[in-house]
């Protein structure tokens, strides 16, 4: 029998859609799923022919593998991973790659990699973006881990990855977890483009009281401009679906919203890492309110609902500063991504590239959005600007925007339509660009009660002074 070349484990959506791309490009895998009837009913579907093998155990999935072995596991992230890879281990030899295809936790990735390599195991963590489709034909892959494992791998993955003028959304990240890093920020960004866009939704609704069709229709014209992006185009073609009675469908969909963990860990991992990932933070927390639905319904009865709209004259203005504040909240959010990123590299002793990693994401994954080609101009400036906000092409962008922005927030303010991550965003971008902000009242609040001490503008930064505030207010230097 002919050995293959990759194998697959799990097949749910995204691993059989994964399985089902390698197959077209010409590569021959074989498939193993813990439920047997699921394999044979992906088989009968899609497996006739000599391109695809199916294993009903896991050591005949590993005969079937051609040397050095290559498995892709697709499988739940978290004690699943651990399952599996605990029971494929015997069976391995070294200089065999596995490839954690799921949404793992960078701190599990970092830990397998340094457990599989003491074995002699090559073990790659990869994030993989784009759903259903994406992964059918022509995801964003995130590869990371064993560098040793790439030059086996990397022409099968990126012939599979979507492509931007011929480039594959797939390059190498960096050793360990760097991959499942790089998915967990791309999760973020997206936890808060989702969330930025359902407040500008909100306040189309109900504080322009905009039908839908007149919504669908905006954001179809903010896709062929400067807003260009999968979710403005998604977001555009939900609000024209039509439920069985022919009223609006997102209307009878539960306000109530999931997620899976990638968005809090993001947001927990900026805390451990102390950047102020403020937007993302914020669409973090917008999730865990919408879940609270009964205790919402309470409260509305008791405190109220949305006020009346403003009319429709007023219309055109209110929607050029909402499409303005979507934009500029938009590029907070990526900069505040890519702080996070650099400060885990310095941390992980990681070297991400940072230009690449922005081109990863120009198609097959959920974020894809037009100024992504000049987030890797700003990485190749020299010097490389200390953040996003500084770069000039984003500096340009925000202040055009600025003003249409400030409109926005305060429109959802004056209507009583809750925009945290709108609101989040341009006061990041106030305190960002202050350059004698507020904290001088908290230093010398925490030295009032706790003695915590501070330091003075006019004097050497290495020094710290401590007040008897409750004494007789004299100012003297610490040792």
Not at 224 to 229: I, N
Request: charge should be neutral; glycine fraction near 10%.
């Amino acid at each position: 029998m002919s050995t293959t070349d990759i194998g697959i484990i799990g097949l749910g959506v995204m691993g059989s859609n994964l399985a089902l791309n390698l197959r077209d490009k010409g590569f021959r895998l074989s498939v193993y799923n813990r439920t047997a009837a699921v394999t044979t009913e992906f088989i009968a579907a899609h497996g006739q022919g000599w391109a695809i093998t199916a294993a009903d155990s896991p050591l005949q999935f590993i005969s079937q593998l051609g040397h050095p072995r290559v498995i892709m596991l697709m499988v739940t992230a978290g004690k699943a991973v651990e399952a599996v890879i605990e029971q494929l281990l015997p069976l391995l030899d070294p200089g065999d790659i596995l490839i954690d295809g799921g949404n793992s936790n960078y701190q599990d990735s970092n830990r397998r990699w340094r457990e599989l390599a003491i074995k002699g195991i090559h073990f790659v963590g990869m994030g993989v973006s784009g759903g259903e489709d994406g992964a059918r034909h022509g995801p964003s892959l995130m590869p990371g881990g064993a560098p040793a494992a790439w030059p086996t791998i990397r022409d099968m993955f990126q012939a599979i990855a979507a492509k931007v003028d011929g480039v594959p959304c797939c390059q190498w990240l960096g050793d360990g977890g760097a991959g499942h890093y790089v998915k967990m920020v791309h999760n973020g960004i997206e936890y808060g483009d989702m969330q930025l866009i359902a407040e500008v939704c909100h306040l189309m609704q109900h504080a322009l009281g905009m039908s839908h069709d007149e919504m669908a229709d905006t954001f179809a014209t903010w896709n062929a401009g400067r807003l260009e992006s999968y979710l403005i185009e998604i977001t555009s073609r939900i609000l024209r679906q039509r439920d069985r009675d022919g009223s609006p469908l997102v209307d009878k969909i539960l306000d109530r919203a999931g997620q899976k963990g990638t968005g809090v860990w993001t947001a927990q991992d900026a805390l451990d890492m102390a950047v102020p990932l403020t937007l993302i933070g914020e669409a973090v927390h917008a999730r865990m309110l919408s879940a609270r639905k009964a205790e919402r319904v309470a409260a509305a009865a008791l405190l109220g609902t949305v006020p009346a709209g403003v009319p429709t004259s007023g219309r055109a203005a209110h929607l050029n500063a909402l499409r303005d504040a979507l934009y500029a909240s938009k590029l907070v959010s990526y900069a505040q991504g890519f702080m996070l990123m650099q400060a885990a590299a310095k941390t992980e002793g990681w070297a991400l590239p940072y230009g690449d990693i922005a081109l990863l994401w120009r198609a097959g994954c959920i974020i894809r959005s037009r100024f992504l080609d000049d987030i890797k101009t700003s990485f190749l400036r020299q010097p490389v600007p200390p953040s996003l906000l500084q770069d000039p092409f984003f500096v340009a962008e925000i202040k055009a925007a600025e003003a249409g922005w400030r409109q926005a927030v305060m429109l959802a303010v004056g209507s009583g339509v809750a925009a945290p991550a709108l609101a989040s965003a341009i006061a990041f971008y106030d305190g960002y660009r202050c350059a004698n902000g507020s904290a001088n009242i908290l230093q010398a609040q925490r030295d009032f009660f706790g003695a915590h001490s501070y330091q003075r503008i006019d004097r050497d930064p290495a020094e710290y002074f401590h007040t008897r505030w409750l004494g007789d207010g004299v100012e003297k230097k610490l040792p």
